[in-house]
C-alpha cells in the first residue's frame, strides 16, 4: 500500500469516526439534555468537515505532482 493511499485511507476513517462520534454526542445530547454532550457534537462535525477539506486539497496536491 503506497503513502498516498495509506494517508487517504487514514483521513477517510477519521471522518467516518468524527461524524459517528457526532451522531453519537448528538443523540446523548437529545436524551441527556447536558450542554457538554451538545459542544462534544458540534466540534466533532466541525472537526469532520475539516477532514474533508484536507483529504480533498490533499488529494488534488497530490495528484498535481503526478503521484497516482
Same mark, same amino acid.
Given at each position: ?11 477517510? *476513517?477519521?471522518?467516518?469516526? /468524527?461524524?459517528?462520534?457526532? /451522531?453519537? *454526542?448528538?443523540? *446523548? ?10 459542544? +462534544? ?20 496536491? +497530490?495528484?498535481?505532482?503526478g503521484i497516482q
Amino acid at each position: 500500500m503506497s503513502l498516498k493511499a495509506f494517508h487517504l485511507l487514514f483521513v477517510t *476513517a477519521s471522518v467516518v469516526l /468524527a461524524f459517528g462520534f457526532a /451522531a453519537w *454526542a448528538f443523540e *446523548a445530547y437529545s436524551s441527556r439534555g447536558e450542554g457538554g454532550t451538545l459542544l +462534544l457534537a458540534l466540534l466533532s462535525l466541525l472537526f469532520g468537515a475539516g477532514l474533508v477539506v484536507y483529504g480533498v486539497r490533499v488529494r488534488t496536491k +497530490l495528484k498535481g505532482m503526478g503521484i497516482q
